[in-house]
């Protein structure tokens, strides 16, 4: 991928990043990741479709609800508002091209500041895609989907489409349309639906059900209108279950499936499932991406760890590989994704200042993912994996088992048959045989 670097070069000095395998000790090239290295039939950037963040990356300042900033930009300087997302998009894909990143995702309001003013909000967000697409064209990045902020404005404290006043919800509305036109305009693949404040933070003040179904209203809304610009892609949900909320509706991957078969949503709409999203719904990242690939419904993953001391979305950059090797196992079998990618939803640390570590934190990131996979790969293709999963269910192969499971039996059949077969004999479910087989190809 070429570099691309605006009027200022932000990142001096560092990139472009390279595949330089495992013999390698430079902290700023790839160990694993090498983009056309065929694993299971398929390049690895076609299995991964990496794609950056531009909320952490070229936003996220380190502040936290004790301290302000401690990340200052460059690209934030200029007081034009335009100008400052011009130089801020600079930055951005000079650090997509150094890191050879092939996609990124957005926010509206990651991409410009927005006021209080609509027509003026369409705009900015109009000229600053001006931009994007030169820069997209000039690149070879490529969007892997947009999306609209409707968390942080103080308008949306009580929730957007799900607030209980119609002037709000005509407000994510119109910031909704704007973000599915700059998506299409950008020849995005997806649009993605995060519901921040889609929820409650007491049942006291609550109607659930008008608030839910106002919520599929707004989607249905808004899925018609794309589909009449002639959008394409896919529709994502990403399941998150509290924070900023108390209660998301989106819960987990099964509420969500739920709720779009219940109000006709699934002809449109896949999962985008995320790393720490999971673990704070109770639940493993695995656990999540088998219930969508089970519904034919995994559409995209936010890549990111959490941290077992403490619950809540601590966006870490991923480097867990047995965690990442079992869910890679569950994306080959899937055949991949539906439409997505791996987006980093992630954050360097606070007290990460350097420029560097941007660089340090994806390209971490990014060889785990490329290492899990061909760990993968082996576990599917060198051990008896899949014969030990298979033979577990050999009594369903023939005979009554598998009457039973053609619909042949009855409740009195069953009875019949435990008489008949007798008590049956243990057989042992081999979890260390299994964990130990993912370590035997780590
Ligand atoms: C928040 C989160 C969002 C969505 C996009 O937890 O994951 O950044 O991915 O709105
Ligand atoms: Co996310």
Same mark, same amino acid.
């Given at each position: 991928?070429?570099?691309?670097?605006?009027?200022?070069e932000?990142?001096?000095?560092?990139?472009?990043?390279?595949?330089?395998?495992?013999?390698?000790d430079?902290?700023?090239?790839?160990?694993?990741?090498?983009?056309?290295?065929?694993?299971?039939?398929?390049?690895?950037?076609?299995?991964?479709?990496?794609?950056?963040s531009?909320?952490?990356?070229?936003?996220?300042?380190?502040?936290?609800?004790?301290?302000?900033?401690?990340?200052?930009?460059?690209?934030?300087?200029?007081?034009?508002?335009?100008?400052?997302?011009?130089?801020?998009?600079?930055?951005?894909?000079?650090?997509?091209?150094?890191?050879?990143?092939?996609?990124?995702?957005?926010h509206?309001?990651?991409?410009?500041?927005?006021?209080?003013?609509v027509?003026?909000?369409?705009?900015?967000?109009?000229?600053i895609?001006?931009?994007?697409?030169?820069?997209q064209?000039?690149?070879?990045?490529?969007?892997?989907?947009?999306?609209?902020?409707?968390f942080?404005?103080?308008?949306?404290?009580?929730?957007?489409?799900?607030?209980?006043?119609?002037?709000?919800?005509?407000?994510?509305?119109?910031?909704?349309?704007?973000?599915?036109?700059?998506?299409?305009?950008?020849?995005?693949?997806?649009?993605?639906?995060?519901?921040?404040?889609?929820?409650?933070?007491?049942?006291?003040?609550?109607?659930?059900?008008?608030?839910?179904?106002?919520?599929?209203?707004?989607?249905?809304?808004?899925?018609?209108?794309?589909?009449?610009?002639?959008?394409k892609?896919?529709?994502?949900?990403?399941?998150?279950?509290?924070?900023?909320?108390?209660?998301?509706?989106?819960?987990?991957?099964?509420?969500?499936?739920?709720?779009?078969?219940?109000?006709?949503?699934?002809?449109?709409?896949?999962?985008?499932?995320?790393?720490?999203?999971?673990?704070?719904?109770?639940?493993?990242?695995?656990h999540?991406?088998q219930?969508?690939?089970?519904?034919?419904?995994?559409?995209?993953?936010?890549?990111?760890?959490g941290?077992?001391?403490?619950?809540?979305?601590?966006?870490?950059?991923?480097?867990?590989?047995?965690?990442?090797?079992?869910?890679?196992?569950?994306?080959?079998?899937a055949?991949?994704f539906?439409?997505?990618g791996?987006?980093?939803?992630?954050?360097?640390?606070?007290?990460?200042?350097?420029?560097?570590?941007?660089?340090?934190?994806?390209?971490?990131?990014?060889?785990?993912?490329?290492?899990?996979?061909?760990?993968?790969?082996?576990?599917?293709?060198? /051990?008896?994996?899949?014969?030990?999963?298979?033979?577990?269910?050999? /009594?369903?192969?023939?005979?009554?088992?598998?009457?039973?499971?053609?619909?042949?039996?009855?409740?009195?059949?069953?009875?019949?048959?435990?008489?008949?077969?007798?008590?049956?004999?243990?057989?042992?479910g081999?979890?260390?045989?299994?964990?130990?087989?993912?370590?035997?190809?780590?």
């Amino acid at each position: 991928m070429q570099v691309l670097t605006g009027t200022t070069e932000y990142f001096k000095g560092i990139g472009p990043v390279t595949f330089e395998g495992l013999e390698s000790d430079n902290p700023l090239a790839f160990r694993w990741y090498d983009a056309t290295r065929v694993v299971a039939g398929r390049p690895l950037k076609d299995w991964l479709r990496f794609a950056c963040s531009y909320w952490h990356s070229f936003n996220g300042n380190g502040s936290d609800p004790f301290g302000g900033p401690t990340h200052f930009f460059a690209w934030d300087q200029r007081s034009d508002v335009l100008d400052r997302a011009r130089d801020k998009m600079d930055a951005a894909f000079e650090f997509f091209t150094k890191m050879s990143l092939p996609f990124y995702c957005f926010h509206d309001v990651d991409l410009v500041d927005y006021e209080n003013d609509v027509a003026e909000n369409e705009r900015r967000l109009q000229a600053i895609t001006d931009y994007a697409l030169e820069k997209q064209a000039a690149s070879g990045v490529q969007l892997l989907w947009g999306t609209a902020n409707l968390f942080s404005h103080v308008r949306y404290m009580n929730g957007a489409a799900t607030n209980p006043d119609f002037n709000v919800v005509a407000h994510a509305g119109a910031q909704v349309k704007a973000a599915l036109d700059a998506t299409l305009k950008l020849g995005g693949e997806n649009y993605v639906f995060w519901g921040g404040r889609e929820g409650y933070m007491s049942l006291l003040n609550t109607n659930m059900k008008k608030e839910q179904e106002h919520m599929a209203r707004f989607l249905h809304m808004a899925k018609d209108y794309a589909r009449k610009q002639g959008f394409k892609g896919t529709f994502f949900i990403e399941p998150k279950p509290c924070e900023p909320t108390k209660h998301q509706y989106d819960y987990d991957a099964a509420t969500v499936i739920s709720f779009l078969r219940q109000y006709d949503l699934l002809d449109d709409f896949k999962l985008n499932i995320e790393v720490n999203h999971a673990t704070l719904a109770g639940h493993t990242f695995q656990h999540e991406l088998q219930v969508a690939a089970d519904a034919g419904l995994l559409g995209s993953m936010d890549a990111n760890r959490g941290d077992y001391q403490n619950g809540w979305d601590t966006d870490q950059f991923p480097n867990n590989l047995n965690e990442l090797t079992e869910a890679m196992l569950i994306i080959l079998e899937a055949g991949g994704f539906s439409g997505g990618g791996i987006n980093f939803d992630a954050k360097i640390r606070r007290n990460s200042t350097d420029a560097a570590d941007l660089f340090y934190a994806h390209i971490g990131g990014m060889d785990a993912f490329a290492r899990a996979l061909i760990i993968a790969d082996n576990v599917l293709q060198r /051990s008896e994996y899949r014969q030990l999963r298979a033979d577990r269910y050999q /009594s369903f192969a023939d005979g009554t088992g598998r009457d039973f499971e053609e619909g042949k039996l009855s409740l009195e059949a069953l009875r019949d048959l435990a008489i008949q077969n007798g008590e049956p004999q243990q057989i042992s479910g081999k979890q260390e045989y299994y964990e130990n087989m993912i370590n035997r190809f780590i």
